[in-house]
C-alpha cells in the first residue's frame, strides 16, 4: 500500500534545513534508482498554438498575443522523421504534444499512426493531447502508447487563479482514464506562477495520492512569455526548486521526477543540485515548444562534468534494438518540446 501524505507531512519537508533535506532526497534516490542514470525524452509539438483554454502560463493558449503563430496537426511522416532524429541524438523517449482542449476523432487515426510508428523505432511513446474520453484512452493504448501526460499544475486550492477553462476534477478524470486504459502516467506541475509553498506541498500530495503515483513527474520553473498574464511574475528562487525536487523525490520514491521548463534560466550548478535533490528525467532538445531549452552538447558537456549517464532502454514491441549512445552529432532540428506540457 502507497504512502498517503498529508498537507502537514509534505509542509514538513519543505521546512527541513536545505542540506538535510537534500541528504535526505539522495538516500531515497539511491534506494530506488541508479544515482547516474537519467532518462532523456523529447518532446514535439505535433500541433501548435490557437488553444481555447486559458491556462495564464501558456503562450499556446489563443486568448493572448504573444506572436505565436498556430500551426495545423503535423503529418505523420513528419512526425516519424524528427522522431528518427530525437532517437540517433539519444533520446529514448518521444513525447508528442498538441495545443487542443481534447483531441477530435477525425484525429484519431493519425494520432495512433503516430503512436505505431515511433513505437517501432523501437522508442518510447508519450503523447499529451488535453482531456481524453474513455474510448480516446483506450485507442491510443491499443495503439502501443506508453505513456500520457496531463499536468495537475498547481493546488486545488490556487488552480483557478491560474486556469478557468478546465476543472481540477477534470483533470484527474482524465489521469484515471489514462491509467484505467493501462497507460503509464506523467504528471507533475509548475513552479513559479505565484503560488505559496503551501501550493506547492498541495500539489505534490495531489500527485502522491494518486491511487498509483505518476511513473514520471516533471516539475517545470516557470518560463515567463511576454503576453501571458504571468509574464511579469517574480523569478522563483533557485532553492526554491530544488527544494521542490527533493520533496518530489522523497514523497514519490519510485517515480521519474523530470527536470522540466525553465533549465535555459538555470546555472550548471542549480541543474547539478537538482540531480542531487533526485532529478532523474530531462527533457532533450533545443526547444520547449515555443520557448528555448538548452541544446543537446550543453547537455551532454554538463553530463560528464557530473558523471551522468543517459538511460538507454527498448520498447517490448518494435526492433527491440539498443538506444544509440548519445551521439557527438546531437539533434539541432526543430523539436519543439511541450512548455509545461499542461494543455
Not at 18 to 46: C, G, K, Y
Not at 94 to 118: I, S, T
Not at 314 to 319: A, I, L
Request: charged share 20%; net charge negative.
Amino acid at each position: 500500500m502507497a504512502t498517503q501524505w498529508t498537507l502537514s507531512q509534505a509542509n514538513a519537508l519543505f521546512e527541513k534545513p536545505f542540506l538535510e533535506l537534500m541528504f535526505e532526497a539522495q538516500q531515497v534516490h539511491r534506494q530506488h534508482f541508479d544515482p547516474r542514470q537519467v532518462q532523456v525524452s523529447t518532446l514535439l509539438s505535433i500541433k501548435t498554438g490557437a488553444c481555447p483554454e486559458d491556462c495564464k502560463y501558456c503562450p499556446q493558449s489563443s486568448r493572448y498575443k504573444t506572436g505565436l503563430s498556430s500551426e495545423r496537426l503535423m503529418e505523420v511522416e513528419a512526425v516519424l522523421t524528427s522522431a528518427r532524429k530525437a532517437k540517433a541524438a539519444g533520446s529514448d523517449r518521444f513525447c508528442m504534444g498538441a495545443a487542443w482542449k481534447n483531441p477530435h476523432e477525425r484525429d484519431m487515426p493519425y494520432l495512433e499512426q503516430m503512436v505505431k510508428g515511433v513505437r517501432a523505432m523501437g522508442l518510447e511513446t508519450c503523447m499529451t493531447l488535453g482531456t481524453l474520453s474513455e474510448d480516446q484512452a483506450q485507442r491510443l493504448a491499443r495503439a502501443g502508447l506508453d505513456y500520457y501526460n496531463h499536468n495537475l499544475d498547481t493546488s486545488p486550492e490556487f488552480y483557478g487563479s491560474i486556469i478557468t477553462t478546465r476543472s481540477y476534477q477534470e483533470r484527474l478524470d482524465t489521469l484515471g482514464k489514462v491509467r484505467d486504459a493501462g497507460i503509464k502516467v506523467c504528471s507533475g506541475g509548475i513552479v513559479g506562477l505565484g503560488e505559496t509553498v503551501n501550493d506547492r506541498a498541495g500539489l505534490l500530495v495531489q500527485l502522491a495520492n494518486l491511487p498509483t503515483p505518476p511513473e514520471s513527474v516533471p516539475i517545470n520553473m516557470l518560463v515567463k512569455v511576454k503576453g501571458t498574464p504571468l509574464a511579469d511574475n517574480e523569478d522563483v528562487d533557485p532553492f526554491d526548486f530544488i527544494r521542490t525536487i527533493a520533496v518530489a523525490r522523497i514523497m514519490m520514491p519510485g517515480s521519474h521526477v523530470r527536470l522540466s521548463a525553465g533549465r535555459e534560466q538555470m546555472s550548471e550548478q542549480t541543474q547539478a543540485m537538482c540531480f542531487m535533490a533526485g532529478a532523474n528525467s530531462i527533457f532533450y532538445g533545443c526547444k520547449l515548444l515555443t520557448t528555448p531549452n538548452p541544446e543537446e552538447d550543453k547537455d551532454m558537456q554538463l553530463f560528464r562534468k557530473l558523471g551522468l549517464n543517459p538511460r538507454h532502454t527498448t520498447t517490448e514491441t518494435g526492433d527491440n534494438e539498443q538506444q544509440q549512445a548519445l551521439a557527438g552529432q546531437l539533434l539541432t532540428a526543430d523539436t519543439e518540446q511541450f512548455y509545461n506540457a499542461a494543455v
